[in-house]
């Protein structure tokens, strides 16, 4: 007898010291596993929005002050209002997801759930990233055009350019914030790649069981 016989043989031996697992059980499992994938992705975005909404909270006073000499601090609430309704409808698609999944009967039902959940949280990642990259571009072409106002209004609230020529000052400060906003930028990416990504990849493995189930 080979190797490959030999392990049939030990495998259909052991075999029947296992309870066989049904359709419904599997289902069931999958099912079980898909629902508390969604409803942490429900959790973990109420998190992020929490976390927003208190490091909003925490800018200094001096930075404030900077804004409000800018004049966009009126454009800054508005966006910011703007965000967060958007964010609270995201929330509560996933909230809706996670519903769904829950009282889902069949293979098919939820697998397009699955599908639909997948696809809502990819819309939600790139709305924050393209929405932070657009700000980012925005802000700092108003700094550009406004670069006396800009100049004045650093100045009257931080002393951390005091030692740069009148002459470099826009450009240093508008290298310094591209960079700090990329490596937030980056930062953000990379905490959706984790989580996010990690949370979708397990869903995908899950749609790919049900498919097999189908076939």
Not at 6 to 27: M, V
Not at 29 to 37: C, F, G, V, W
Not at 138 to 148: C, L, S
Request: aromatic letters at 16%.
């Amino acid at each position: 007898m080979d190797e490959l016989e030999l392990l049939k043989s030990k495998w259909q031996s052991q075999e029947q010291k296992f309870p066989k697992l049904t359709f419904n059980d599997i289902y069931k499992m999958l099912l079980k596993k898909s629902s508390s994938i969604v409803k942490w992705i429900f959790y973990i975005s109420i998190g992020e929005l929490l976390f927003w909404a208190t490091l909003s909270f925490l800018v200094p006073d001096s930075t404030q002050d900077f804004v409000t000499e800018m004049g966009l601090d009126t454009i800054f609430l508005v966006i910011n209002i703007i965000h967060y309704c958007v964010f609270a409808f995201f929330i509560f698609l996933f909230w809706k997801n996670h519903k769904k999944i829950q009282t889902t009967d069949s293979v098919g039902t939820l697998m397009n759930n699955i599908l639909k959940t997948r696809q809502t949280v990819k819309y939600f990642v790139i709305y924050n990233i393209g929405t932070t990259i657009l700000l980012m571009i925005g802000v700092n072409i108003f700094y550009y055009v406004n670069g006396d106002a800009l100049a004045a209004a650093v100045k009257h609230n931080t002393h951390q350019y005091d030692a740069i020529p009148p002459e470099l000052f826009l450009e240093k400060f508008l290298l310094l914030n591209i960079i700090g906003g990329a490596i937030m930028l980056a930062l953000v990416l990379l905490f959706y790649f984790l989580v996010y990504g990690f949370l979708l990849k397990r869903l995908k493995r899950n749609y790919k069981e049900l498919q097999k189930m189908e076939m």
